[in-house]
């Protein structure tokens, strides 16, 4: 969190555009406290675009949001903007 807000807050000091992907390399369900083979929750953020009415970062959230990305290595078409 504090690491994210660092980078924004320089981004933003210095005028710049960008985009950010947050993901960890594997869920952990705060639940169960444990490795699962669920899908990994991720966040792609834009600063050029308005934020969606997702509020928090977490496993719930990522469920509910719809997004979900079959197979980790098309994250970097959504980050680089290819699809």
Avoid: F, W
Avoid at 23 to 49: A, F, G, N, Q
Avoid at 56 to 76: F, H, P, T
């Amino acid at each position: 969190d504090r690491v994210i807000r660092i980078i924004k807050e320089e981004m933003k000091t210095r005028g710049c555009d960008y985009r950010m992907l947050v993901m960890p390399d594997h869920p952990t369900p705060l639940s169960i406290r444990t490795h699962t083979s669920d899908p990994v929750p991720y966040m792609l953020y834009d600063s050029t675009k308005e934020l969606n009415k997702v509020a928090y970062y977490n496993e719930k959230e990522a469920k509910l949001s719809g997004n979900l990305v079959k197979e980790g290595y098309q994250l970097i078409d959504k980050l680089l903007q290819l699809s």
